[in-house]
């Protein structure tokens, strides 16, 4: 009995203390942007051989006021919003649907529609940038906001995940549906999609993340200031001289902030949505 | 039976329907701006093609592929593509694991563990990029992991610019920064693995490794082969961190398949060259990807 | 087999014309179609008003605040021309570049595009940009500096106009020198300037565990030929044939590799960074920087003690420095050139190249716009003035450039990580020389 006991509390002694000594490891490149940001220019690489350069000595806002001078800190934050707001839309209502008709519809073409999501999953877009951006200015759609979003809006990643989560909902639910008196497509809506909520907070996170994170492409297909995302804005610090690195370590954590946030807010819902897609049986 | 029939008939006339509508959006956009653009690549890929010309394409039929083959930069791509792939997917997949067993126990405090180890994965690779280009600088007295080295008495190593170690500095990098998402995968994969076979095991005396090799693993073999899949395929990708940090170099040390798409067709204007390179791409990754399907399923 | 393969191309191909329609077209079409959202295609609105969009790179805050004010001006005073100003963001030069071949691949540039000097013969020789000899006449030429002309210049016909020049010159720290018990070299007198022996055998005595001797590298793509050209030039190398031709034999002769190894002697020995911080320099982490003229005001604004002097001279006195900066040409697919350029002939006028000038403390292309300047008399700027007057030569102009500028940077930061000198430049040259062969052979 004792015995037990004390097997716990090291096993908790080991638990906290492994975590919280790889956990600091493990964010320290992103801890030392955070300090940084906080840094007068000069004291950056003054003093990196010791522990102290995780602690800014001479704590200073500067880098980020300089940020907030430079750029329309709002009229990006709205940008890149309206940006993944759109792209999202599509992406987890066409995208769902899509997921849902693969693994639960027997349609002719589903076999084939299957492969080509997995196929297309594999495709890097910088490989496909220049035709993509020829076929826009044949549609007419450089620099518009429909250049910028529709492409993006099928994510052949987001289908999988939704295919995976719709293929492990018990058959007899649906059945049930059916009997009574339920077509697929109102099945779909009124009984399956209120069950998986956990999958779509999941798909959500990633492509938020991911499109958050985007730069090829807005950079290719929009110009001007009154169109410019996040990872736009990052780049400005990144290449007009003289370059700081206060600053760009200040605009750097400020673009991975929300980020973070709304990971905080979202992992519950994510986890699960990710035990429901990951893994089937 | 009769009526059994009919009925059947009739659910599959509404299945058809129903996955015809459900899918074609999705589809729709998915052939517009997914299959258009490849069809225009592995056309353009039979011309010759500088970029800024396009009132002066010319048909050169197979030309682009027999230069690609004869090519010593394209198999460099493919080799390092290829080595970036075999190492960073398993000791990605590996340090995922490792920190899942760290973190799958239900704890108090462990969402804050899960956040450390996952925020890497949230940031931006543009912003990693950057960020690890001055943490890997090559002299003590402004990287930081140089420093570090210099104060436990180690040689400060270049990271980047030797070509022996630049390729494994992004590998090193980008596991880092993706396992947290492959951790998330392992602990939704540990959490469906029934307590009684634990139980069990420690019944019959097995240790905390004898249960790693004999409950834990085989437990997991499904999210393995599901995590593994998708590191291959983001893998075989890679591009922003040899674009930001590296620019393919030293000596093609860290060039890719799709680094070179992109040196050849937008800094040397060789679009249709470009264009052939992405096509015998696309035939490796498309290949690839279905025989990983076809293996994880059969299995 | 060869037949069979050849066969299926040829079907696999006819199956695609069909599918892709007419593509040789794109560039008419994308014009016809894309009202709106083509640049270019707004020229004109039914009220009679001209539109013009410039597109230049995002720059410092100062610049930024010209353009809106000058634009403000100009759109006031001429309501039939009405002038857009669009920032591109870019992490480097090479982005900015790939921004436009984009948009030149569907027609979808704007009126006015900002270039880099040396690319100004890569969009001129493939028809991206037009002449501007009618709205630069040789007499305004004049004003402007010998370098800024010459690489504005492509077959004998002005493509661009640049406001403003740019020099490299050698920066150093007073502190540190003093420590090593190295004099000041001078600013005003370049028979005194570091030469090439000097420069090195100073470097390897400034270098310290706590800094490095030199910081030599100013970025991994446009800056090496850029900053380190002149070196190149100072051995009596030639980057191509003189037409813009050729490249083998020029940019692989013996004084290249000679060149090239000099320099490497630094990279080598670990007198200077190759992947330096960006302000290595102001951080107090080098003694000197080969910086440009675009660092005198950050320094200025700091608290080190710095100096500077000319750009490293060759032991047998040849003296040379880099030149070249952004310049502005008007392109294919703008409707009115000539509202683009009247615009361009006030822009660069010699008041507003003067207030363009000294917002980003650079010089200027123009001799006259330094009457409105104020601080170019001595010190810093003086040196930078005299250098592009006296020693300034333009990078290589060839329409290849874009080539020869990658392969030369890639084979540079090869050789400074170990590769054989003669066996990159070689390689250079051979790519250079497939380049020309392939897209601009006559």
Redesign the interface.
Known sequence: MNNKKINKVLG?VI??L??IV???I??S??L??LASSFKP??E???N???LS?FVPAHFTLQNYVEVF??LKVFTILKNTLVYIGIVLF?DLL??S??G???AK????F?GI?L??????????V???I???????????????ML?LT?????N??S?YMFYSYFISIPDELIEAA?VDGC???RT?FSIVMPISKTVFATVFILDF?SR??D?MWP??IT???EK?TV??????F????????GV?MAV?TL??IP??IM??FM?KF???G???T???? | MEAKLSKKSKREYGDNLAGFIMSSPALILLIAFLIIPIIYTVYYSFFTYQVVRPDNIKFNALNNYAKLFKDANFYVALKNTIYFTVIVVPVQCILALVLALMVSSKKKGVAVFRTLYYSPQITSMVIIAVLWTILYNSNANTGLINAFLKSIGLQPIDFLNNPKTAMNSIIFMSAWQGAGYQMMIFIAGLNAIPTEQYEAASVDGADWFAKLIYVTLPGLINTIKYVLMITLIQAMKLFTQPYIMTKGGPRNATKTLVFYIYEQGFQKGNFGYACSIATVFFIIVVTLSIVVKRISKTN | MKKVLTTLGVLALGGMLAACGNNAGATKQADASSEGSSQAAESKSADGVTNVTIWSPTDTAAIEAWWVEKIDQWNKENPDIQVKREAIDRADAYAYENKITTATTSGNLPDILYVDGPMVSYYAANGITVPLDSYFPADDLKDFMPSTVQADTYDGKLYAIAPTESSVALFYNKDYLDKAGIPYPSDTDIKQAWTWSQFLDNAKKLTTSDYVGTNIIMDKGEGIIYALGSFFTEAGAQFVSDDGSKADGYVNSDASVKAAEYLNEFIKNGYANLDPVKDEFLNGKAATLLGGSWNIADLEKSNLNWGVSYFPVADDGKAVSPTGDWAAAITKDSKNPDAAGKFLQWAMNSDNIASYASAVAKPASRTSSYDKMEGWDSGARALMKWQLQNTGVSRPRTPSYSVLSTDFSTAMLNIFSGSDAKEELDNVAKNFDENYEMYYKK
């Open positions: 908790n638990f906290y492994g975590n790889v956990g600091l493990f964010v490149p992103l030392w942007m220019e000069l950056i690489f003054s990196l051989n010791s350069t001078q430079r599509g066409l995208g649907m899509f849902y008709a693969l519809l027997k349609y002719r589903r529609s492969t080509l999501v997995i196929a297309l999953m594999s495709m890097p910088e490989a496909i220049l035709p993509m951006y020829i076929e826009m200015a044949q549609i007419g759609w450089v620099n518009t250049g529709i492409p993006f809006m099928m052949c990643f289908i059916k077509g697929p497509i779909y993340v958050w994170n730069f950079f290719l110009t001007g200031e410019r990872q736009l804005a990052v780049q400005i990144v290449g007009v001289s003289p370059i700081h690195y760009i750097l673009a991975s980020m973070i990971y905080i992992q994510y986890v699960e990710i035990a429901s990951g893994i089937k049986g």
